[in-house]
């Protein structure tokens, strides 16, 4: 006799071979529309669910938790932020949390090297000029950008993803800065050729390129405050792929707005999926670059994602400690 498989209720629609290996192995109850559930549908299955496969689109707040039922054992984020989750009290009430670290880490350094060209080369606006009809032919004097070879880059959050960012940045020729709770080992710096700089305000106020590769906590949470972005050059270009609440939008957007900073490239909003209007003002007349969140949009990516989940999942069910256990002390 086999044991019951857990209820594992899985929030959005995933890959089908995700789908398909979830429903082998658990209890899935899946999202075939993908709408995404509403406060009173995730209470429901926090209530009944052994196991919450959420994503970034559910927040999974003290509220939610305070309503999981005796079942609910485990949050198995599918994705690598967990800013979403209230982790402490999920852990107060014995829920453990998991993620998916590391298998976005490529795609998502390959989307900030795109919005660095993008915004310093006009990519997105240059796109444009065909399909618009815009395009009269080649000038010595339009569609100018700005070289990034021989410019300084400065990564904000020098983990995973701002490693793999400085690899790719070195080979364009940029000069890799970065600012990071903790140093890296002199190895590190070594190989990726990047000067640590204690104070991010300093590091900021001599940068051509800011990338945001922290992730979302409650110490980063306006890291980039009003006050900080002011220390920012008038051609500095801003890119930010983590989260939306590290940067202080509307301060940012002032910014923009008055040509005290030259351009922005932003996967990720303060208020997503709300973008402000005076953004897209912007992106209309092309100084920023405005992406709906798709820094780890590939299929291969969000396959593995998939599959870091079942292994957390099946790994905890097994009574072993999942592989991408999140703790506090890692926030
Ligand atoms: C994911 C992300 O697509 O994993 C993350 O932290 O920001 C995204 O790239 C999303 O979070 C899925 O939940």
Redesign the pocket.
């Known amino acids: 006799m086999g044991r019951k498989k857990p209820l594992v209720i899985v929030t959005?629609k995933l890959p089908d071979v995700v789908e398909t290996r979830m429903r082998e192995l658990f209890d899935a109850r899946l999202n075939h529309d993908d709408a995404p559930m509403d406060h009173a549908a995730l209470a429901a299955a926090m209530r009944e669910a052994d196991v919450l496969v959420?994503?970034?689109?559910d927040r999974i707040d003290a509220g939610l938790i305070a309503q999981a039922g005796d079942n609910m054992k485990l949050i198995a984020?599918?994705?690598?932020?967990?800013?979403?989750i209230d982790v402490t009290s999920a852990l107060r009430r014995g829920i453990t949390v998991t993620?998916?670290p590391g298998v976005?880490t490529e795609?998502?350094a390959d989307m900030t090297m795109g919005l660095i060209l993008s915004v310093a080369r006009r990519i997105a606006e240059g796109a444009k000029a065909i399909p618009e009809g815009h395009w009269k032919g080649w000038s010595p004097t339009w569609m100018l950008g700005r070289r990034i070879t021989g410019k300084r880059l400065g990564i904000v959050g020098m983990g995973r993803i701002g490693q793999a960012l400085a690899r790719r940045a070195k080979a364009f020729g940029l000069s890799i800065h970065y600012h990071n709770r903790r140093r890296l080992s002199l190895a590190v710096e070594e190989q990726l050729e990047a000067t640590y700089w204690e104070s991010l305000d300093q590091m900021l106020a001599r940068m051509d390129i800011v990338s945001v590769n922290c992730?979302h906590t409650p110490a980063t949470y306006h890291l980039l405050s009003a006050r900080r972005l002011t220390y920012l050059r008038p051609h500095a270009i801003v890119v930010n792929?983590?989260?939306g609440e590290i940067i202080d939008e509307s301060a940012m957007t002032r910014m923009l707005e008055a040509n005290e900073i030259a351009g922005a490239g932003l996967d990720?909003f303060e208020h997503e999926p709300a973008v402000s209007e005076r953004l897209v003002m912007l992106a209309k007349k092309g100084v920023v670059t405005l992406l709906p969140?798709?820094?780890?949009?590939t299929h291969e990516?969000?396959i593995d994602?998939g599959e870091k989940v079942i292994i957390n999942v099946k790994t905890f069910m097994d009574g072993h400690r999942p592989p991408d256990r999140v703790l506090p002390s890692m926030l």
């Open positions: 959005r959420p994503t970034v689109t984020n599918f994705g690598n932020g967990v800013d979403n993620n998916t976005l795609d998502t992730p792929t983590a989260r990720v969140h798709m820094g780890s949009a990516g969000r994602m």
